[in-house]
């Protein structure tokens, strides 16, 4: 009896150790972020269904970063993409990525590509404007202006997924929600809500978000807001005054689980086709 016992737990542990081997073989599927340099020090690209965070000061490339992203997965690999805008119009967003070569409209025409103006500070203007396809069932939804809600924000973006086929989101900027909800806890719900709901989609998802810097403090004091807690990783742009060179953009993951990444601060820089990463540069 006491034999049957030490061999019944013998073979559970030695099926628990087969088992513990089978998961710590399996990989993370990794997706190319179409940055230049970009993929070498995230160890392979962005994880698979993940919510990464991009974060940096105006001007820093958080946009374009974003958009490069998609843009590469539908040239290269046939991978449709939500770009939703929470900040800056439709027409605006156009006419600024043409100048690095991108046609959204032509993506748009394919349905490769669906660009939502879903800010919830510009108003509607005209009958229809700012209307969204939604659920089967449902009435359009209206997600401008004060009928802004993240579960009608949800939805919508949910329905151009399905629309669309889309593998990627792109949510720029987060940091919209919080004039939509000035009070800390109920910013952080509203945060916490839109990611469970970006997470529950299966898409890789690029969300982007004003740094959280205060005059005259050095990168260690930095605020730092929910969304960097809540998302799988986060990567942020930095313009940092280097001595005897003056102003220099530098990427720095600052966090991606399931990746094995680099922790040094890499040099940037925004070219005529997008964003490029100097992986073998690193400022100390």
Not at 42 to 71: A, C, E, N, W
Not at 158 to 164: A, L
Not at 191 to 201: C, G, T
Request: net charge positive; glycine share 10%.
């Amino acid at each position: 009896m006491k034999k049957g016992r030490r061999r019944g737990k013998f073979l559970f542990e030695k099926d628990w150790r087969k088992e513990r081997k089978r998961i710590f073989l399996l990989k993370t599927e990794h997706v190319p972020s179409g940055i230049s340099g970009l993929d070498e020090i995230l160890g392979g690209g962005y994880p698979r269904g993940r919510v990464i965070l991009v974060t940096g000061g105006p001007g820093s490339g958080k946009t374009l970063m974003s958009m490069q992203f998609l843009v590469d997965g539908i040239e290269r690999f046939d991978e449709h993409g939500v770009f939703v805008s929470l900040e800056e119009s439709k027409y605006h967003l156009v006419n600024e990525m043409a100048n690095y070569g991108w046609d959204l409209e032509k993506y748009e025409k394919k349905s490769a590509l669906a660009v939502v103006d879903a800010s919830p500070l510009r108003q509607l203007s005209k009958e229809g404007e700012g209307k969204f396809p939604s659920e089967e069932g449902q009435q359009d939804l209206h997600i401008r202006g004060p009928e802004f809600s993240v579960q009608a924000l949800s939805t919508v973006i949910r329905s151009y997924v399905r629309v669309t086929r889309a593998s990627r989101i792109v949510v720029d900027p987060i940091t919209s929600l919080s004039l939509q909800f000035p009070d800390k806890n109920q910013r952080r719900m509203a945060i916490i809500d839109l990611l469970d709901s970006l997470i529950s989609m299966g898409t890789t998802t690029i969300v982007t978000s004003e740094l959280g810097t205060q005059l005259g403090a050095s990168l260690s004091q930095r605020v730092i807001p929910p969304e960097e807690y809540l998302a799988h990783g986060v990567i942020v742009l930095h313009n940092t005054h280097v001595a005897g060179r003056g102003i220099v953009s530098a990427l720095e993951i600052e966090k991606m689980r399931e990746c094995k990444h680099d922790r040094q601060l890499h040099p940037y820089s925004i070219t005529e086709k997008g964003i490029s990463v100097y992986a073998e540069r690193f400022l100390g």
